[in-house]
């Protein structure tokens, strides 16, 4: 069985975390310098592990294993949130690479390859999941020409100054490949607060957004009398109150809903609010309790707006579809995981979107979660402790050997 | 009795619209080029009304009435709000000019003097009702050191600009009045929409604000799920729902409350907010229901603390006093309104804030409003009927000639 180095594992990890290091955690946005440069510096690691390395036109850096019959694609993302945190998405790209090293140093494992990977711009700086959209043929050209960061810089412009532009872009082979697998810190803290050590990943939660509009009258907050208002704001804090209430009513055991943005117009204390807009967002596994969701919501504001005196209005903004991962490769971790440590480990759903649910697209996908200390995410005090990154890649390992043995 | 000139009176207001006009309506902020240019023609206008015209260290210009035995202080303010309205301010400066030359050309009213008064930044560019605070001795050099507007100017430096630096400041001597009169265009609908053509104000509402802070925990609103959360959005819609709902239920007559302003951090559609806070605001004539309302809400705050899962605080950020007019000055209004329009007035309170309220602490004081189109306020759009001015400005003439007469 593939036999992981866990300070080599720990030093790699530390030292991606140097392209970019903010406090403990890293600022490494999508094609700036830092981010160029950790992936020259992963296509050499790549190179050192026997792969032959090779960054793409989107900027996913891959490590071919040319001389293997059987392949798993194992890898994440590179790049990090604003002043984000060190292990997320990077975790799972030097497990890839600590996996493809010690299948290469066990004889026993001749002809099994581990493909590596590290994908561009999950985390959306000019797009979302670029880089494994760009791999499964889900992302045009003409979308490349429209994307641009929030500071305006456009994709082609970032893409041109990281020395990509022209390179071919790479796409899925499917036949090439048994699956893909990615680990990933939870971002949450089911696991942290019942100490259990791995996640095994049933699937990524499809994720509904929607606006909500209530319409009123602007007006001064001391000559306009109760009676004769049209409060937009008013609308919106009753409006918002009865949606929590019914979403609480018809959540399935792991639904989660969230109003998170609320904006009012013109948002002045003597001011009668004319306009304000919120953005409701539903998350499940089950398309058809987000379908609950979606009518649940049309219901509430088609009352809100025939009830008066604003009107209120919904519009979709965007949906992704709950993605399932491979049963086999959820047996394969689970029965590793029991194996390590028993009676340790839980079936979840991912309530983040990750690159696996692009790739589940094209072939089969499996996902593993090592706990988030606090459930800390997008931040730079996000941390796992140095046990478990070690023990998650054990697991990780052993599962792939398990998947590629079983064909 | 004093006969008003309405085609004089009409031209001297459109003249003033001339400073800073846009669109219909004008752009005339305090100490602006055009609002120290409109403040000098003003004091000609006085000069030539017989008036001997100054302009104090403030900004105010006063036309004093140097020969009368006994005299009224007659005017309102004369900026303007960003992109407001003609008649806002202007309307009460113009009707005391006209008032001072009926009074003038009446040999009947000899010794019955109309001073009139333009007082400056009563719409806060800089400070609130800076010019009635000044005469009334409620203005420190302090306090003028440490205004600015929201640019950052300081008001030193627009004072300096405006030529200002150095005058003296005039104070009241209250011996000199028998009182002071503001007119107003109503900046509600409710002349408007029943049709009356004279508002007799019998306050001018007492205005508390408080800001409540709602205090949750900032999470990934994928990751975190329901029962875990701390999420200061959903503590605030629910408070403010309660709110609007204890407020309509102990509402007095003519209560008017506002939520108008709120925030949620850090407002994003995948975030479960961490904080969240709102701005509400009273408003009645009648401190005990004011009372009543501050109670209610330190109530409501409380229990929102207690039930968690947030924590939920009240501060109170201003508290203006109700000011009641003076009843022999309202019951003149009224009668003299009553003989040009029987049944075609009424008493309301004012909700918004004059400099009247600030002038009652050192004298009587009284106040008339004539209709708003559409009750529209601080906007260009603002507007009067031509023959509601000029019949405002008969009454308000009248009414001022009782006063002086009855002494």
Redesign the interface.
């Known amino acids: 069985m593939p036999k992981i180095d866990g300070a080599r594992l720990l030093a790699d990890l530390k030292r991606l975390a140097g392209f970019g290091r903010y406090e403990t955690g890293v600022h490494r946005p999508s094609y700036s310098d830092v981010d160029i440069a950790s992936r020259h510096w992963l296509a050499e690691k790549y190179a050192e592990a026997g792969l032959s390395p090779i960054i793409d036109g989107i900027g996913n850096v891959f490590g071919r294993a040319d001389g293997a019959t059987r392949r798993l694609l194992v890898g994440s993302h590179s790049e990090t949130q604003p002043r984000g945190g060190w292990l997320d998405g990077a975790l799972g790209v030097i497990y890839g690479l600590e996996l493809a090293r010690a299948f290469a140093a066990d004889p026993d494992l001749k002809g099994l390859g581990i493909e590596t990977v590290a994908w561009a711009d999950e985390e959306g700086h000019y797009g979302n999941m670029l880089g494994s959209r760009s791999f499964t043929g889900h992302l045009s050209e003409a979308e490349i020409d429209g994307y641009e960061n929030r500071e305006g810089d456009r994709l082609r412009d970032a893409l041109a100054r990281a020395g990509l532009a022209g390179k071919p872009r790479i796409e899925v082979d499917p036949r090439h490949y048994l699956g893909y697998l990615e680990a990933h810190i939870?971002?949450?803290?089911?696991l942290d607060s019942t100490g259990l050590r791995i996640g095994i990943v049933e699937g990524i939660?499809g994720?509904w957004?929607w606006r909500v509009v209530l319409t009123g009258q602007q007006?001064?907050?001391?000559?306009?009398?109760?009676a004769?208002r049209k409060?937009a704001?008013?609308a919106?804090?009753?409006l918002?109150?009865q949606i929590?209430d019914r979403f609480?009513e018809i959540?399935g055991p792991?639904?989660?809903?969230?109003?998170?943005?609320?904006?009012?117009d013109p948002?002045?204390?003597?001011?009668?609010?004319g306009r304000a807009e919120m953005?409701v967002?539903a998350?499940d596994i089950d398309e058809a309790i987000l379908a609950r969701y979606r009518d649940a919501l049309r219901e509430l504001v088609a009352a809100s707006d025939r009830a008066g005196p604003c009107r209120a209005a919904v519009e979709e903004l965007s949906q992704t579809e709950p993605r399932l991962m491979d049963p086999d490769f959820e047996k394969a971790i689970e029965a590793t995981a029991e194996r390590y440590v028993p009676g340790g480990h839980m079936r979840m759903p991912?309530?983040?979107?990750h690159d696996a649910q692009v790739i589940s697209h094209r072939m089969r996908a499996g996902m593993m979660f090592i706990p988030s200390l606090k459930?800390v995410?997008?931040h730079w005090s996000e941390d796992t402790k140095e046990e478990d990154i070690v023990l998650g890649a054990q697991v990780f390992a052993d599962a792939a050997a398990a998947i590629l043995n079983a064909g």
């Open positions: 939870e971002q949450g803290d089911t939660v994720i957004n007006n001064h907050a001391g000559t306009t009398q109760m004769r409060d704001g008013v919106m804090v009753r918002a109150t929590h609480a959540a792991r639904t989660v809903w969230t109003i998170g943005r609320m904006l009012l948002n002045a204390p003597s001011v009668v609010p953005q967002q998350r991912s309530g983040a979107g459930g995410s997008h």
